[in-house]
């Protein structure tokens, strides 16, 4: 007959014995759970730092535009304005009287000048082949004087124009009949000094 304090004594052992074998407990940190309202705020969060980078590409684009389109602006009103100013003006034969399209093209040339103060110019006078080399010379001058006292008479002052003639030495057409003539009987327009910077529209 087994005795009442065996028993307990066989009992407290087996649950001695159970406890030693039962798996060792860990430290594991359990993986995070993702919920959909962290995931919306990323998505949102993404969202706002691509349209942030396209706006900025978008302003900087724009920006490099408009200094583009400036710049090309700027271009034309010089390439209009040097246009304007060199463009040549023509007289009848043995003239040295201004024709209306001479005075429109030098009516053209004044707020030219008026908006490049430092700019100065020489007017060449010249002549067609026909008449002496002394005639033609003395004529080519007053072709260039012509030019210089209509501008001088709109304001622009004498000390910014030079004059000289070069008669028949510097013909822009050689052949020898009339449409050539005409060609040659001409003022041409240097500019001699200063920076053209164009008109303001």
């Known amino acids: ?8 004594a066989a009992a407290a052992i087996a649950l001695v014995g159970a406890a030693c074998h039962k798996a060792p407990v860990t430290n594991a940190t359990p993986a995070p759970v993702t919920t959909t309202a962290q995931s919306n705020d990323n998505d ?4 706002a730092r691509r349209d942030s980078i396209a706006r900025a590409d978008a302003a900087r684009r724009d920006s490099i ?6 710049r090309q602006a700027a271009a034309d009103r010089e390439a209009a304005a ?6 040549t003006v023509f007289f009848e034969y043995d003239q040295d ?9 030098l009516d053209a040339k004044v707020p030219v000048m008026q908006q490049n103060r430092d700019v100065h110019i020489r007017v060449e006078g010249n002549t067609d082949e026909r008449g002496s080399d002394e ?10 004087a012509a030019a210089r006292r209509f501008l001088v008479s709109r304001g622009i002052e004498d000390a910014r124009i030079e004059t000289v003639s070069y008669g028949e030495e510097r013909p822009s057409c ?3 009949e009339e449409s ?14 200063g920076h053209l910077m164009g008109t303001q529209p």
């Open 180 to 193: 050539c003539w005409g060609k040659n009987r001409r003022d041409q327009f240097v500019i001699t000094a």
């Open 97 to 105: 009287a201004l024709t209306a399209d001479a005075t429109s093209r």
């Open 135 to 144: 005639y033609n010379l003395a004529l080519g001058q007053r072709r260039a």
């Open 65 to 70: 535009a408009r200094a583009n389109a400036a």
């Open 82 to 87: 040097r246009q304007a100013l060199t463009a």
């Open 44 to 47: 949102a969060r993404d969202r």
């Open 174 to 176: 050689g052949d020898h």
């Open 1 to 8: 007959m087994t005795r009442p304090g065996t028993l307990a």
